[in-house]
């Protein structure tokens, strides 16, 4: 009997599942190695009748050393015979520009470089309008490592100097907010109240009577001198009650009521229903505030009316003269003696009763005790006015876009027109700016588009040649700018062919082409060169000039905020430009590993989007889009349903990606397009360390696992916004996984999300928003592995 493991199987039985890498499939498709092809031709030997007494054993018989150089041949043709199989799928294929081939079968034209896109702020000088012409090139600075590029005006623009830029007015938060106010905003030098003193708060008639706490002087971000009032007592609130509205009202002079009660004829109390009497003449009027004080109680009324009145304070007494011996001579009558007083009536009658007038503190005549100043909002929203008391004269140019730029330096984008009668900004409000500003904010109104691409005119490729079938033609630079548009494929080129000074025209391929027809297609290598073809349709004609007007310069590199400020050339009456958001849109050309994603996929979508995974994946592929996600949403607006493409990534790609995916949709298709907004979300981890390893090389593992940098959309580590995409929920499974296989993570200890145990199967973001954990290795990284961010 033999053992099974003395059985030899060869050829190795062949399967190759989907989805291999090239160097797991090389193995899955060879038949064997030299020492399989060697023991199958020493057991072939052995069954040939012709070699049954050969016997020889030595490395140095000639049949034996026969045998093993043809296993050897054997194992390099299998081997080479595996790896040109591989060389016929795209995601094994490892020789250059082999996915470029394969993908063309299906009619996929991977994609070039694109340029980014940017929004100028630009400058003029002077007081009169500058006309810039089209092809106006700007210059960025060094970044990160990547030299200057260029980005040039694809339309003319005139610039007006008086709209460079306008500081905008603080938004007043005039409104008061809740229902009861426990201090306010006063100017420092207006302030006539000391602490203790009873003030009144007067809410346009509606009266909240108080005492002054204390006074706070404070540091406003718009460096207006500013104190805070503090109130002993939180006052109630009126509904629609405003700071412009309210007034402080301190306390000037003091009387108190009649005390003196029923005298003779005299029968009215210092206290009656809507009336008091005040003790003395007193400068009250109509309309007047009075502040009644008791104790520690303190009322507040609106006079309606004040009247003079007489009472009596001695009735008139008769009095009898006597001489020296007491005989009565006559008589004297004394007057009655009265003092003149104030009735004051007031609005609504006072809860005291006379039993305490002595007590009472009239506090008449009120003053102004403090100027109230209008709280201003700290930040400026999309839905917010916009201010400009610096905008006088209305512009000289077209306005429809506008920049803002906040304090830090971040900024906005936003469509809309200047309006000097009203010295406001008018923006589309229905546009989501997808952040506050941090004021002070400035507003730029001289906006122009610019694209990345320096121009090349004219450029002669060669010269035509009727005899030969096909002539393809090299452009000196490279590589060729793509643009992005609003077509099916996304972008649109910068390339235009002249033959003598005839225009011809670019074809997707020369399908259909008849000899008529001037057109040419254009391919590029993985080296970024551009080849240019003639001769699927008309020839070139003999010693033609062909030449070529076109832009280079692309790439997934874009200049930050800020860094587009220089004239390429100078031009007069400009002093510059300056990009408020960063670049965007750029990308590189499209990478072997991208190509075996999307070749694939196009044929299935045949330049056609059908379905939710057809939008989606047609949005992934926009420049600029770090992750899409495609779902059915309820339109409270349209009232109906439609098929909502979210995306991460720039506000301004809303509009590239909505004109690509309406090129590729039925017109009437109910899509909508937005931009999915971060939510900041924190992770503590907490895991126990195998003692063999050390615990800062376990933790930078952790992070590099979790953190780790996307380089296609739904890639990168767990954590990433690209690999999680809109509204992608994190499983406490997924993570355990990615935690677990990190070597040196013995267990997992606990896990908490935003400040609570994560012991649910998942979390999931608010809708259109997608976690947000930071980056790591700065200040906005919120993931800490074992107490370190």
């Known amino acids: 009997m033999s053992c099974p493991c003395d059985i030899h199987v060869f050829p190795h039985p062949v399967a190759v599942p989907a989805g291999l890498h090239a160097g797991a499939f090389l193995r899955a498709r060879a038949l064997g190695i030299f020492p399989d092809w060697r023991l199958s031709v020493l057991e072939a030997i052995g069954a040939q009748p012709a070699l049954h007494d050969w016997r020889s054993r030595t490395s140095h018989n000639l049949g034996l050393m026969l045998a093993e150089m043809g296993a050897y041949v054997f194992d390099v043709c299998d081997f080479y015979e595996a790896l040109g199989a591989g060389e016929t799928f795209v995601n094994t294929a490892q020789l250059v520009g082999a996915q470029r081939k394969l993908v063309a079968l299906l009619g996929y034209r991977p994609r070039p470089g694109v340029g980014a896109s940017a929004w100028l702020a630009v400058d003029a000088d002077g007081r009169r309008v500058v006309a810039l012409p089209t092809g106006t090139a700007f210059r960025s600075g060094d970044f990160d490592g990547n030299p200057p590029q260029v980005f040039e005006m694809e339309e003319a623009a005139s610039i007006d100097p008086r709209i460079n830029r306008f500081l905008v007015e603080r938004v007043a ?82 009387t108190g009521l009649w005390k003196l009660g029923q005298i003779g004829a005299d029968t009215e109390t210092a206290i009656s229903v809507t009336g008091v009497l005040l003790e003395s ?92 100043l209008v709280p201003h909002k700290d930040t400026l929203a999309v839905d917010d006015p916009i201010s400009i008391p610096a905008l006088v004269d209305p512009p ?9 730029e906040d304090l830090h330096l971040e900024g906005v984008l936003t469509s809309g027109a200047l309006d000097a009668t009203a010295h406001t900004a008018l923006v589309n409000q229905g546009e989501d700016w997808g952040r506050t500003l941090a004021a002070a904010v400035t507003l730029y109104g001289n906006v122009i588009a610019v694209t990345r691409g320096e121009s090349v005119h004219g450029e002669v490729l060669g010269f035509g040649d009727a005899s030969q079938e096909r002539q393809t033609f090299r452009l000196k630079k490279k590589p060729l700018t793509y643009l992005p548009a609003a077509t099916a494929s996304g972008i649109r080129t910068t390339l235009a062919v002249r033959v003598g000074s005839v225009a011809w025209h670019e074809v997707e391929s020369f399908f259909d ?69 960063p670049a965007f849109g750029g990308g590189d050309t499209e990478s072997p590993r991208a190509i075996a994603i999307y070749g694939p996929r196009s044929a299935l979508l045949l330049g056609r989007a059908v379905s939710l995974q057809d939008l989606e994946a047609a949005a992934a592929t926009v420049m600029g889009v770090l992750a899409a996600r495609a779902m059915w949403r309820w339109d409270h607006d349209g009232q109906r349903a439609v098929a909502q493409v979210q995306y991460i990534g720039s506000a301004q790609l809303r509009d590239v990606i909505r004109a690509k995916l309406r090129a590729l949709a039925e017109p009437d298709a109910p899509i909508q397009v937005l931009r999915a907004l971060p939510q900041e979300s924190l992770m503590v981890l907490d895991v126990e360390v195998d003692p063999d390893y050390l615990v800062a090389d376990v933790r930078a593992a952790l992070r590099e696992a979790l953190y780790r940098k996307a380089d296609l959309p739904g890639t990168g580590g767990l954590l990433r916004a ?41 979390r999931k973001p608010l809708d259109g928003r997608y976690f947000d954990f930071g980056e790591p290795g700065v200040n906005t990284s919120r993931l800490v592995i074992n107490g370190v961010a």
């Not at 007047?288 to 009472?311: G, K, P, S, Y």
């Not at 992608?728 to 677990?740: D, N």
């Open 281 to 372: 003449i007193a400068p009250v009027r109509a309309r007047d505030v009075v502040l009644f004080e008791r104790d520690a109680d303190l009322e507040a009324r609106n006079v309606t009316a004040t009247i003079e009145r007489q009472r009596t304070l001695l009735t008139g007494l008769t009095s009898t003269l006597r001489d020296t011996a007491n005989n009565v001579t006559g008589t004297v009558d004394s007057p009655p003696v009265k003092v003149a007083i104030t009735y004051v009536e007031l609005d609504t009658p006072l809860a005291w009763s006379s039993a305490g007038a002595n007590r009472v503190i009239v506090h008449h005549p009120l003053v102004i005790g403090a100027r109230v």
């Open 173 to 254: 938060r005039d409104a008061i907010a809740g229902a009861t106010l426990a201090s306010l905003l006063v100017d420092p030098g207006s302030v006539r109240v000391r602490p203790g003193q009873p003030i009144v708060i007067d809410f346009g008639g509606t009266l909240a009577p108080t005492r002054v706490a204390g006074l706070v002087p404070l540091t406003l971000r718009s460096r207006i001198p500013a104190s805070r009032l503090d109130f002993t007592k939180a006052v109630t609130v009126p509904v629609g009650a405003t700071y412009s509205g309210l007034r402080v009202l301190g306390v000037g002079g003091a």
């Open 396 to 404: 000289r140019v077209s306005v429809t876009q506008l920049l803002l």
């Open 513 to 581: 082409a008849t000899d008529a027809d001037r057109v040419y297609i254009v391919r590029h290598g993985d080296d970024a060169e551009t080849h240019v073809t003639f001769g699927g349709g008309a020839r070139l004609p003999t010693g033609a000039v062909v030449t070529a007007d076109y832009r280079f310069g692309a790439g997934a590199a874009v200049p930050p905020a800020g860094s587009i400020s220089q004239l390429a050339k100078p031009f007069p009456g400009i002093s510059g430009g300056r990009n408020v958001l």
């Open 722 to 762: 690209e690999h999680l995409g809109p509204e992608g929920p994190v499983f406490l499974s997924q993570l355990a996984a990615v935690v677990m296989a990190v070597p040196g993570v013995a267990s997992m200890r606990s896990v908490s999300f935003n400040g609570l145990p994560f012991v649910q199967w998942g």
